[in-house]
């Protein structure tokens, strides 16, 4: 079987994937005739491959992605009540939307950063599996705003495009290298990085501030967490400094408003994490 990689032709054996392709660690995803895939994509005779750095633009935003995930397993890791809803990249960083019953306080924000820290130390694989809407309905019946995107694909979706979107309906299960075991799943279009460990661990927890379903006074309202990834030089006391700075600014009245969470993350080269309100 014959593939183009980086524009050189390449013969390889039928059921390949991207791990045989790259060796480069920095690789984290390739374009398969352009489309971004998993480097665990299988490739077909013909193929038009090329690999994707974690520095490049599309590399950032996997990694942001990859990073959301982490957050919401940790999120419903502590409080399996919360209801997810969506989590893309966006410029220098990512959000994800929590609908929960009560709202996060400090002390939820240094367990949710702890937990957050042991799922990227497991190592958790990322694995994508793609599934019908029927099945998709029944696995995710007791994820609300889950099964309104399903209901919405190929709609035009925003952001939301980054958990649907005209193509294949995917679940990413986190699955433990370990036992082979699903810890936790989500819906999702990918890609993400190959396992949670690529993430790192340089992030801090700081703030949280309201914000609204899909952007409409007409649903629930929600909680935004904000992250920064700085130079790696950079020192885990240097990137608190600066979080406690900007939590200080926060009011324990932002805290309490409503309980609908919105996560955003900015990874851009060692992770802040600040949460800002969102008025309706």
Known sequence: MRVTVSAEAKDIEPGSDGFGLFTDKSIVAMRVNGELKDLAHKLDDGDI????????????????????????QAVQSINPEAKLGIGPPVT????????????????????????MQRIIQSGQRFVRRV??????????????????????????????????????LSIYDNVDPSTGTIVWSDLCRGPHLPNTRMV???????????????????????????EQRGHQRMTSGHIRSVSKKRQNAITEDSVKSSTYSHFLMKLVPVLQFSIRRVEP
């Open 49 to 72: 491959v090329d690999g994707v750095a974690i520095s490049s633009p599309d590399g950032l935003n996997i990694l942001r992605h990859s990073a959301a995930h982490v957050l919401a």
């Open 92 to 115: 220098d960083g990512f959000y994800y939307d929590f609908d929960v019953d009560v709202a996060f306080t400090p002390d939820d924000l240094r367990a949710l950063e702890k937990q």
């Open 131 to 168: 599934t019908t809407e029927s099945s998709a309905r029944n696995e995710l019946a007791h994820e609300p705003y889950k099964l309104e995107l399903i209901g919405l694909k190929g709609a035009d979706l925003g952001d939301a495009s980054a958990e649907v979107s005209t193509g294949e």
């Open 200 to 226: 790192g661990q340089a992030f801090a927890l700081t703030r949280v501030a309201a914000a609204y379903w899909r952007a409409t006074r007409r649903t629930s309202s929600c909680r935004e967490f904000t």
